[in-house]
């Protein structure tokens, strides 16, 4: 069945783009430090086994504030939250670059993380009240196109700074895009409205809190060594199970949301396709570096097909969405997942680079089509004033889902190497299997819709 999509003013994608540079920031960061972290070593004179909380610190941060999201935003208005967390993104940024050692830009680094955590979900509070359900597609997979390809640009951008600049200007380029942002949000962001919603619950918070970055930890080290932290994972399932089951008047996320059983399916075939598409995003870049033997810089530019093709899409993705619905678009997304990595399982790795460019452009491109339309599918089922915590809940789950997938299709290639042949081809055939369990995924979605 399809809808008549109804107008987006002038003034409202105003407001999309420069919510944008947010996300556009946060995601880059997120990988671009990640290049220069024997740099950062070397220069600041510290172990690389501890420069590396430089890069974990930052992406446990990010976890740790996400559950207070949902209560920021109805206690000071999703506006201002995102305004604040955008200005202490930016100087947080100065403060790593000007780190005189490891241990101060660690903590720097954290801080860092914290505002980064919550500038996705309240930017994305902020595109849901403004818009109604009617249009979220368009403004919402405008959003996708810096989520889903600044994480793709951080190797190449990272590797061009280090090829003539100092690991701080892996830091300094957020403050001009944070300035610009800032400028042009202060004067044209709603702030949002500002309602009561009681106290903190503390307790929860700690259980989450602690729960969440153990867990996290624990999965994202199992990609990194093969060796899966048991001591530190289960103690965070327990936290989380403990969470979830805890029963307060006023909970840090409402649950009852999954009542709701298009927003339970939109929302755990959300988590599905964040492992789908952070883990693939990790065989990519493996296929490059190991299989093809291709620098930073290089490599980055052989993913510029992929990103580029995923912004091309993105906005086709949204008025799709707004006018088919959000199942249609994501089942023809999955199909193009598989026709486009199956090819790859059966071929070396030094197949010929044309053919492989062609294959990674239409793969970026289904990656649009398959992972916006469901967290768009589960914003579009709650009430504005339940978005808050939508968008923390499913950017919780897209986190999660990311760190598992990324660690499973890490342990996968690990384990046949150094057969890199093999190594790959056992990598792409997981992809295309991913991608079929996301054409399943999506069929529930439609059933629940």
Not at 110 to 120: E, H, K, R, S, Y
Not at 384 to 392: H, Q
Not at 403 to 421: E, Q
Request: aromatic share 8%.
């Amino acid at each position: 069945m399809t809808t008549v999509a109804a107008p987006i003013d002038r003034a409202t994608w105003r407001i999309c783009w420069i919510i944008v540079f947010g996300a556009f920031a946060s995601g880059l960061d997120a990988s671009v430090v990640t290049i220069g972290l024997d740099s950062i070593s070397s220069d600041l004179g510290a172990d690389l086994s501890v420069t590396q909380w430089v890069a974990s610190g930052y992406l446990l941060a990010l976890a740790l504030s996400l559950p207070l999201t949902g209560w920021l935003a109805r206690r000071f208005g999703a506006g201002r939250v995102w305004l604040v967390a955008l200005a202490a993104f930016t100087v947080t940024s100065g403060l790593c670059a000007a780190a005189p050692d490891v241990v101060l830009l660690i903590a720097f680094r954290f801080l860092q993380g914290l505002a980064g955590g919550v500038l996705i979900p309240a930017g994305q509070t902020v595109l849901g009240q403004q818009v109604g359900a009617a249009r979220l597609g368009r403004v919402m997979a405008t959003l996708g196109i810096a989520v889903s390809v600044a994480p793709a640009l951080g190797p190449l951008a990272g590797g061009l700074i280090l090829h003539g600049l100092s690991w701080p200007w892996l830091f300094l380029i957020n403050l001009p895009i944070g300035a610009v942002g800032l400028v042009l949000g202060l004067r044209y962001v709603p702030r949002g409205s500002r309602e009561n919603p009681g106290g903190i619950d503390f307790v929860g918070l700690a259980l989450i809190a602690a729960g969440l970055p153990l867990v996290l930890y624990a999965i994202t080290t199992w990609g990194d060594t093969g060796q899966l932290e048991w001591p530190i994972l289960v103690p965070g399932l327990v936290l989380l199970v403990w969470f979830v089951r805890r029963r307060h008047p006023r909970p840090l996320l409402d649950f009852s949301l999954y009542r709701n059983r298009l927003y339970r399916a939109a929302s755990l075939a959300a988590a599905f396709n964040g492992a789908l598409i952070f883990g693939s995003g990790i065989v990519v870049t493996l296929y490059f570096q190991l299989g093809r033997h291709l620098d930073f810089v290089d490599t980055g530019l052989s993913l510029l097909g992929f990103a580029g093709a995923t912004a091309a899409i993105a906005p086709v993705t949204g008025r799709a969405v707004d006018r088919y619905g959000a199942a249609p678009v994501a089942l023809v997304g999955a199909v193009l997942a598989v026709v486009c990595t199956v090819p790859f399982a059966f071929l070396p790795v030094d197949a010929p680079g044309v053919l492989v460019q062609i294959l990674l452009a239409g793969y970026g491109a289904s990656v649009a089509l398959v992972s916006m339309p469901m967290g768009i599918a589960a914003y579009k089922t709650v009430e504005p004033a339940r978005l808050p915590d939508a968008a923390a809940q499913v950017t919780i789950l897209l986190r999660v889902g990311g760190s598992l997938g990324g660690a499973v299709f890490a342990v996968l290639i690990a384990g046949r190497l150094p057969d890199v042949d093999a190594a790959f081809r056992l990598g792409f055939a997981a992809i295309s299997v991913g991608a079929v369990g996301a054409l399943g995924t999506a069929w529930m979605v439609r059933r629940a819709s």
